[in-house]
């Protein structure tokens, strides 16, 4: 893995050159292990946490780890393109348009003692803004090689804060093109429902259930590229104990084992139906 700036990592993609990045402020990864035609993304994966905000927060370590999605970039580290957030949602949320991707207030709770300063604000936006930067080119990219492109955006949620039965999987369909997609999107949540999970977890999937897929991340894409189809896609956190913050990696390396099964599939799905 090399460090490299927004500009060389834009570059490469350019040029259509292999390679697995880390940004030069560390704040996102990506790898292109071949220039296949989807993309895997985990924008909520990151926990780090910039030390010049620490004391003006006031949600603990853990408050802000429950609200992230670890282990969702190693779900689909084995596929060729993976782009993933390091920084935790709590200085700035990927999946936010930028005039709202710094919170205020998380999930009920205040989240700074005083207000953030307009240059740790600014520090912030620019690391979204150069994450947005790249997955333009990214995707543009894909769909000057294919026609085309499928993007599988993949988050977690904490299923132990509902008082009702909630699926172990969720797909958030409200934002794509229906009209065009449904019916692979509807094929997708089918495929995840058939996964075998350790433990006796069942895999029950839904569509829209617990989240109806309103996230930037997807809106973006979809916003700009006609020709891409993006699968807004939420495991429910049965392979960690939220409460404890104690991951379950056998649980883990069996829904990354199944997703590189299923994903070929469901790409396959996508080239045939459009053609």
């Known amino acids: 893995m090399h460090k490299l700036s927004i500009a060389d990592i834009i570059s490469n993609i350019n ?61 689909v580290q084995s596929h060729p393109i993976v782009i993933a957030g390091r920084d935790s949602r709590f200085e700035y949320d990927l999946n936010r348009a930028p005039e709202t991707a710094i919170y205020e207030d998380a999930w009920g709770k205040k989240l700074w003692k005083m207000p953030i300063s307009a240059k740790e604000r600014k520090e912030s936006l620019e690391k979204h803004q150069n994450f947005y930067r790249v997955v333009q080119a990214l995707v543009q990219k894909i769909e000057a090689l294919y026609g085309k492109a499928l993007v599988f955006d993949i988050h977690s949620y904490n299923w132990k804060r509902w008082d009702r039965e909630v699926p172990t999987w969720n797909l958030g369909t409200s934002n794509i093109d229906n009209e065009r997609f449904g019916a692979l999107a509807a094929a997708w949540s089918k495929r995840l429902g058939t996964m075998n999970l350790p433990n006796g977890i069942k895999s029950t999937s839904k569509i829209n259930d617990t989240f109806q897929g309103n996230g930037y991340f997807l809106k973006y894409i979809t916003q700009n590229f006609k020709n891409t189809l993006v699968l807004a896609t939420e495991i429910a956190k049965v392979y960690c104990n939220e409460y404890e913050g104690i991951i379950y990696p056998e649980v883990v390396r069996s829904v990354e084992s199944q997703l590189k099964e299923l994903i070929p599939l469901q790409l396959k799905e996508f080239q045939d139906y459009l053609g």
Request: charged share 30%; with cysteine.
């Open 15 to 75: 040029a259509e050159i292999r390679f697995e990045a880390v940004s030069a402020d560390y704040s996102f990864t990506i790898k292109i292990a071949n220039y296949a035609p989807y993309i895997c993304g985990a924008v909520h994966d990151g926990h780090q946490f910039r030390k010049t905000l620490w004391e003006n927060c006031l949600h603990t370590e853990h408050d802000r780890w429950y609200e992230e999605d670890p282990c969702t970039k190693e779900m």
